[in-house]
C-alpha cells in the first residue's frame, strides 16, 4: 500500500487506463491536424453536439488549393505526402488515390526514370527542373514542367517540394503564333513576288485578293493571342537582346506606361544587380539566351524586378522562332510569388504546430536524433524533458477550446523564453510539450544541475497566473483569471544511451512520477532503473 491508498496492481491498471485514453486522444487530435475529421460529436447533459473543424491552417490550405500550379510534398524516396487539388486534376484521379502513392506511379515509362534523378539531385540542395510526361488514370499523357527541390533548412528532415506547371496550353499557344508568323511570311512572300511579276498575276488577282485577306486575318489573330494572353509574353532579338515587342500583361507585370517605353530596355533592365545565386543579372542573363538559342527553347526560374524597384520570382521560358529568315526569341513571364508563399506554407503545415507555431512531433524526432548524434562526436550530454499541464482541462470544459487555445499559446511562449537558441521546444500533442537541452557538460553531474535549473524555470514561469481574454459573440469581452502548474520529467542522454523512441519514453515515465507524487513536480528519470 502507498499514500494514496492502493495497491501496485490497482496503480498499474489506472496507469494503464490512463495510457490509452492519452493515445485515443493523441489519434484524435492527429485527425483533427490533419484534416481527416470534418466535424467532432460530443455528448453532454443536453444530448450529442456536433463541432465543425476548421484548423489554424485552414487559410494556408485555402493559398495551396487556390494555385494554378500542381503542388505536392514528397519523401525523399518519392511518396506523395501532400498535394493540392491541380495534382489530382492533372493525374484525372480522385486526391485520396494520389496521397500515399508513389510519384513515379503518375508517370510515362521515361519520365519515371528522369523523376528519379530528379529526386536524387534533391538530395544535394540543388533545385532541378525537367520536362516530364504525366500518365493520369483515364490513358491520356499530360507534359509538364516539374521543379523539384528541398527546403535548405539545417533544422527539416529529407522532405521535397514538387510544382508541376501544365505545359499544355503554353505549347499550344507557341505553335499558334508561330504558325500565324510564318504564314504571314509566306504570304508576305508572295506580294513581294507578285509585283516583281505583275504580269504573270493578272489572271489570278482574286486569288491575291484572297491571299491578302488571309494575311490579314493570321495577323489579327496573331496579335489577338500575343494581346489576350495572361502570361507576360516578350519577344527580343539580336544583336542587341533588346526587347521588340509585348503584350499588356507584360507592361502590367512590370509597371511599364507603353510599349515605346518598354521596347527601351533589355532583360538586365528589369532585374535585380544580382541573381538568388549571387551571379550578376547582365552577366546571367546572355547564359540563358544563348542557351535557348542553342536548344530551341529554355525554361528556367529568374528574380526579375518591376520599374518601381519591386522585386518578384518568376518562370521564364524563352523559345527560339525564325520567321522570314529573321531569328528572335519569345519570352514567356510568370509571376510565381503565391507559389513561393505556398511551398513555405507547406513546409509549415508538414513540420510545425498550426496553433503555437512550435516545431511538432515529426520534427522533433528529427532534432532528437541531430542532438544524439551531435552528443556522440563531443561526448556531451543532452536532456529531454516532457511537460504535461496540470489543470488544463477544467479550463478547456468551463470557458470552451477557444479560450484554452490561447492557454497553450501563452505556455507555449513562458517555455521557448525559458531555454537557449541552442535548445529546441516542440508541442507533442494536446497539453503536453517536450524541451530538447543540447550539448550540456561532459560530467553527468554537472549536466544534471543544469537540466534541473532550467526545469526548475519552466516549472515556476508555467505556474504563475494566466490573464485571458474571453470574447463572446453579443457580449463584452471577460478577463478570465487562470492558475495551472506542469509535472515536469527529464531524461538524461550520451552517445548510445537508448533510442529516441526510448529516450522519450523515459521521459514521459518520469512525467507521471511527478503526476502521482502530487503534481507541480520535477522527476528524473534513472537509467540504472
Known amino acids: 500500500m502507498n499514500s494514496t491508498g492502493k495497491t501496485p496492481e490497482q496503480l498499474a491498471a489506472e496507469n494503464e487506463e490512463l495510457r490509452a485514453r492519452l493515445e485515443e486522444m493523441e489519434e484524435t487530435l492527429r485527425a483533427i491536424s490533419s484534416g481527416e475529421v470534418d466535424a467532432l460529436v460530443v455528448p453532454g447533459v443536453g444530448g450529442e453536439q456536433i463541432f465543425t473543424l476548421k484548423g489554424a491552417e485552414y487559410p494556408y490550405r485555402l493559398l495551396i488549393e487556390g494555385m494554378h500550379d500542381g503542388a505536392a510534398l514528397l519523401t525523399a524516396d518519392g511518396l506523395i505526402l501532400y498535394a493540392n487539388h491541380c495534382v489530382a486534376e492533372m493525374l484525372k484521379a480522385p486526391l485520396e488515390k494520389v496521397i ?60 521535397i517540394n514538387l510544382v508541376m506547371t501544365d505545359l499544355t496550353e503554353i505549347t499550344a499557344h507557341m505553335q499558334a503564333e508561330a504558325s500565324a508568323q510564318m504564314k504571314q511570311a509566306e504570304l508576305q512572300a508572295q506580294i513581294e513576288a507578285s509585283q516583281e511579276a505583275r504580269w504573270e498575276l493578272l489572271s489570278v488577282s482574286e486569288d491575291l485578293k484572297q491571299a ?68 550578376l543579372s547582365s ?8 542557351t535557348a538559342m542553342r536548344e530551341g527553347s529554355h525554361f528556367f526560374e529568374w528574380e526579375h524586378q518591376r520599374l518601381d524597384g519591386r522585386r518578384f520570382a518568376a518562370d521564364v521560358l524563352l523559345a527560339r522562332m525564325e520567321v522570314g529568315g529573321e531569328v528572335f526569341l519569345q519570352a514567356t513571364v510568370r509571376d510565381i510569388s503565391e507559389r513561393k508563399q505556398a511551398e513555405e506554407k507547406i513546409n509549415n503545415l508538414a513540420f510545425y504546430d498550426a496553433l503555437t507555431q512550435l516545431p511538432n512531433r515529426r520534427l522533433l524526432n528529427d ?135 526510448e529516450i522519450i519514453k523515459w521521459a514521459d515515465m518520469a512525467m507521471y512520477q511527478a503526476k502521482d507524487a502530487g503534481r507541480n513536480l520535477i522527476r528524473f528519470y534513472d537509467l540504472k532503473i
Not at 121 to 126: A, D, H, I, Q, R
Not at 243 to 254: E, K, M, P
Not at 260 to 277: K, N
Open 367 to 501: 532534432r532528437l536524433g541531430q542532438s544524439m548524434a551531435a552528443s556522440k562526436r563531443s561526448g556531451r550530454y543532452g536532456a529531454l524533458m516532457f511537460l504535461d499541464l496540470d489543470n488544463f482541462k477544467p479550463l478547456n470544459d468551463t470557458y470552451g477550446h477557444g479560450v484554452g487555445d490561447l492557454l497553450l499559446i501563452e505556455a507555449a511562449r513562458r517555455i521557448a523564453g525559458c531555454v537557449r537558441e541552442v535548445d529546441a521546444v516542440a508541442r507533442f500533442g494536446g497539453d503536453e510539450f517536450v524541451v530538447l537541452l543540447n550539448e550540456l557538460d561532459m560530467d553527468k553531474a554537472e549536466s544534471t544541475s543544469h537540466a534541473k535549473i532550467v526545469a526548475e524555470k519552466i516549472r515556476a514561469t508555467l505556474a504563475e497566473p494566466y490573464l485571458l481574454t474571453l470574447q463572446q459573440e453579443g457580449k463584452a469581452e471577460t478577463a478570465v483569471e487562470h492558475h495551472c502548474t506542469s509535472s515536469i520529467g527529464v531524461v538524461l542522454f550520451i552517445s548510445h544511451e537508448g533510442s529516441p523512441e
Open 283 to 290: 552577366e546571367k542573363a546572355p547564359e540563358m539566351i544563348a
Open 100 to 159: 500515399g502513392s508513389a510519384i513515379t506511379e503518375w508517370m510515362a515509362p521515361d519520365s519515371q526514370t528522369i523523376m528519379q534523378a530528379l529526386l536524387r539531385e534533391s538530395g544535394s540542395g540543388n533545385r532541378s527542373e525537367q520536362r516530364l510526361i504525366l500518365a493520369a488514370s483515364d490513358g491520356t499523357q499530360v507534359q509538364v514542367n516539374a521543379s523539384v527541390s528541398m527546403p535548405a533548412t539545417d533544422d527539416m528532415p529529407a522532405y
Open 212 to 279: 491578302e485577306n488571309e494575311l490579314r486575318v493570321s495577323a489579327q489573330r496573331y496579335q489577338l493571342l500575343f494581346e489576350s494572353s495572361r502570361d507576360a509574353l516578350m519577344t527580343l532579338a539580336p544583336p542587341s537582346w533588346k526587347f521588340t515587342g509585348a503584350n499588356q500583361a507584360a507592361l502590367q507585370l512590370f509597371g511599364a506606361s507603353s510599349v515605346a517605353e518598354f521596347t527601351m530596355l533589355g532583360p538586365w533592365d528589369v532585374s535585380p544587380e544580382r541573381q538568388p545565386d549571387g551571379r
